[in-house]
């Protein structure tokens, strides 16, 4: 039989364990020369972040206790001695208590996990939410990881780890509670807008704020912006209150919910349209005529719109959905009405992909030329959003649409899509 090495204990948190003491010296004061005695004492006097030099002394109202810094020893303590040779100062021993609630999360862990562990400090903010990744080896600490990072972040409510990776349509991972209370629903701020949601009914990633910003900063005012998959409104939101108007879909009835509720909690639902269905059928409906139906509705009103006369003439289109955006390219293709729109100017995609480490822009763009079925010309920008891993980019390409593409004559079955996948994200 194999030998199986076992996993040593999980640790327990017991806060009593780090209750310490440190030994100093202090001077006796009059209150009302604190000031006086810290100059003059520059450079001697105890310094620890979030602790007070100056202390209440048990000895009387009048005075106070001045600490002296922990290395004041030797000729230290005598040069201290000839300053105060005029004054009538005693130097006494002081003990100064520490115990758990002093001590920062990193030095708790640090004392409670195996030596060579990775000590898990950071995480992303998600309103009152932590959110771990936690590597393998720390997933026997892991509820006394959480109940740490609990304890040492006031704003924290509840610290949850990722299990497993995103697979379902909807980009919702699944998580599981390592400590506080299993309230999901939250609130948080980007910039001027705000966003409720269920992290664990819909995707949100806080760390795309900057990119959230970079790209709805670029619109200009009356614009019309079609977000296709537009999550809990990240672009869209900022895009209304910019003054564009928006079209936004989600194909998740969460996000769907919950970005209903973000336009009227920023006060926008004059500028948005959102839409609960496939993004190819969104983008179909769109440039079709009223004729063919009004699938969606203005909420939280429940107003049904209608898609203008002859079909909605916008000047961008967001497609955050990295995982596989790209391949949502090809419903571009003969999709527009060359008379409808021999006036205006053909809509700039924004298209977020992900890519390997080793690929470069070109590489991008010859995948999103695949799925569109032809070449964006040269007036392509490529940025760089973030590092996701280590073997793991993510990018925006933006691109105006080419007449060749929006314009297209199908001809046979093989213009059509070779792939319907229906997944969200934000």
């Known amino acids: 039989m194999a030998h199986v ?37 520059a450079g001697y006097t105890f310094e620890k972040p979030r602790l007070r030099c100056i202390l209440p002394d048990a000895a009387g109202p009048e005075t106070r206790l001045l600490l002296l810094a922990e290395t004041v020893h030797g000729r230290e303590l005598e040069q201290i001695k000839e300053k105060l040779a005029e004054s009538n100062i005693p130097i006494i021993p002081y003990e100064l208590p520490l115990d758990y609630t002093y001590f920062p999360a990193d030095y708790i862990l640090k004392k409670l996990l195996p030596e060579g562990c990775e000590v898990p400090t950071s995480f992303e903010s998600v309103g009152h939410i932590a959110h771990l990744n936690l590597r393998d080896e720390l997933l026997p600490y892991k509820h006394v990881i959480g109940q740490v990072l609990l304890d040492k972040n006031s704003s924290i409510r509840t610290v949850v780890n990722k299990v497993g990776t995103i697979e379902n349509e909807f980009r919702v991972f699944k998580m599981e509670i390592l400590a506080g209370d299993s309230d999901l629903e939250t609130e948080v701020k980007q910039y001027k807008a705000r966003f409720r949601l269920n992290y664990g009914e819909v995707y949100w990633n806080s760390r795309l704020e900057q990119e959230h910003r970079r790209l709805t900063d670029s619109f200009r005012k009356d614009e019309v912006i079609v977000d296709m998959m537009a999550g809990i409104g990240p672009f869209a939101v900022p895009a209304a209150q910019r003054g564009c108007q928006v079209y936004a879909n989600d194909l998740n009835p969460r996000s769907h919910h919950y970005l209903d509720i973000n336009v009227k909690l920023n006060k926008v639902q004059g500028r948005v349209r959102t839409c609960c269905m496939d993004a190819r059928a969104f983008v179909q409906q769109l440039c079709r005529s009223k004729a063919s139906g009004t699938p969606c509705h203005d909420s939280p009103q429940e107003r049904e719109w209608e898609v203008p006369e002859g079909g909605l003439l916008f000047d961008h289109v967001v497609m955050n959905l990295p995982a596989s955006a790209v391949e949502f390219l090809d419903v571009f293709k003969g999709c527009f009405d060359e008379q409808r729109w021999q006036e205006h100017p053909l809509p700039t995609i924004h298209c977020y992909t992900f890519a390997k480490a080793d690929e470069c822009n070109a590489d991008i763009q010859r995948r999103a030329e ?34 060749a593409i929006a314009f297209h004559k199908h001809s046979d079955a093989t213009d059509e899509p070779a792939s319907k996948r229906t997944k969200t994200d934000q």
Do not use: T, W
């Not at 440190?22 to 001077?27: E, H, I, P, S, T």
């Not at 569109?372 to 973030?386: A, E, T, Y």
């Open 370 to 403: 695949g799925y569109l079925g032809g070449p964006v010309g040269d007036d392509v920008k490529i940025h760089l959003v973030r590092d996701v891993a280590p073997n793991k980019r993510m990018f925006c390409i933006s691109f105006r649409l080419p007449a």
């Open 5 to 41: 090495e076992a996993l040593p204990p999980a640790p327990v948190l017991q806060r009593d364990l780090f209750n310490e003491s440190l030994q100093l010296k202090a001077l006796r004061i009059p209150k009302k020369e604190c000031q006086k005695y810290m100059k003059l004492l």
